[in-house]
Every structure is written in C-alpha cells, then in structure tokens.
C-alpha cells in the first residue's frame, strides 16, 4: 500500500493498496496502520466505520461537521463513485480548493479527508457502496450541508441527479455557510 498526498487539498491523501490477484479474484488490505502512521495520521483516531449504499446517480452531500470537524477516510468498496472534496479551513494554505476524484470496488484506493473539508459523492454505477472510517462519533447537531450545485463551488457531476435527501436538495450556499460559520 502507498500513500500519495493531494496536491488541491492540503493534509488530504490516497492510500492506494496492492492487489495480489489471481484466479479467484483478488486480495488487498484496505488499511494498514502503518501506512497511514507513516503520513503523521494516528491510526487509531477512527473510531467509527459507516456504510451507504446508492444508487446510480445518487448525489450524497456535500456534508462537513461543525466544531472540531470531522476527519475521515472513504472508500468506494463496490461499484464506482465520483467523489468531491472541497477545502473549507480558512487557515488552510488550500483554503478553498477542489479535488475530484473516481473511486472504485475495483482499485479499493482510500481516500483520507482532513477535518473542516466538505465532502460529496455521486454514484457512477447502478449500485455503489461507500465505506467511511470517522475519527469522532456522529452528532447531528453539527452537521452541515452545502448545496451540491452551487455554481461558485461549479462541481463537474458527471451524471444527471436521479435522487438526493431532502436535507441536501435544500442546502444553502457555500457564500451562506462560509458567512454562518464566520459569525
């Protein structure tokens, strides 16, 4: 496994495994402690693994916490998503920033997001699978949604919306949420 730090988003990372496959498919380890040790992580301040199932088209977010935020690592473990990361810490030397990216069941690549950045995806299969390990228990009362379409933000989603929550269809603005979070 080796990890390769995202230039857009500062403290952002991809652990991408090493697939031994054969016959019967392939194996990989999807987390290794001391891989992610080796980039300053601690491992061991995940303390929660969640799973959504989507379907194609499906937008999911884009979703941060308040507070002390939330770090986490996501995985697309079957199926393909394009996933969105925006860089929403104002003391960030990326502040601001996007990264896009296609995770997949098929590579199994981890992506790890620094607390105080949005996150989104959008299901690119019929069926997408997407694992999330959390440093910090869900509460929420500091959950906060941006609008998956602003157009400041311009997310190139690659497939119409077939379907979101209706927590995420009414989301306001990044322009709104940034000044909310100043006040």
Do not use: N
Not at 26 to 38: G, I, L, N, P, W
Request: hydrophobic share 35%.
């Amino acid at each position: 496994m080796k990890a390769t730090e995202v230039p857009e988003i500062s403290g952002a990372y991809l652990f991408e495994p090493t697939p031994y496959a054969d016959e019967r498919g392939f194996f990989c380890r999807t987390f290794d402690a001391d891989v992610v040790r080796s980039v300053g992580l601690d491992p061991d301040a995940f303390l929660q693994d969640s799973l959504s199932r989507s379907v194609g088209g499906v937008v999911r977010g884009l979703h941060l916490r308040s507070g002390a935020g939330e770090a986490k690592l996501v995985r697309c473990s079957y199926g393909r998503i394009f996933d969105v990361v925006v860089d929403l810490r104002p003391g960030s030397p990326t502040y601001l920033g996007r990264a896009f990216f296609e995770l997949s069941g098929e590579t199994q690549t981890t992506l790890y997001i620094p607390a105080g950045c949005a996150h989104g995806f959008q299901a690119l299969t019929p069926t997408a699978d997407t694992s999330y390990r959390i440093d910090r228990p869900h509460d929420p009362s500091e959950d906060v949604t941006i609008a998956f379409d602003d157009p400041d933000l311009a997310i190139p989603w690659p497939l119409p919306v077939t379907s979101m929550s209706d927590r995420d269809r009414r989301a306001p603005g990044l322009a709104e949420v940034l000044k909310h979070r100043e006040s």
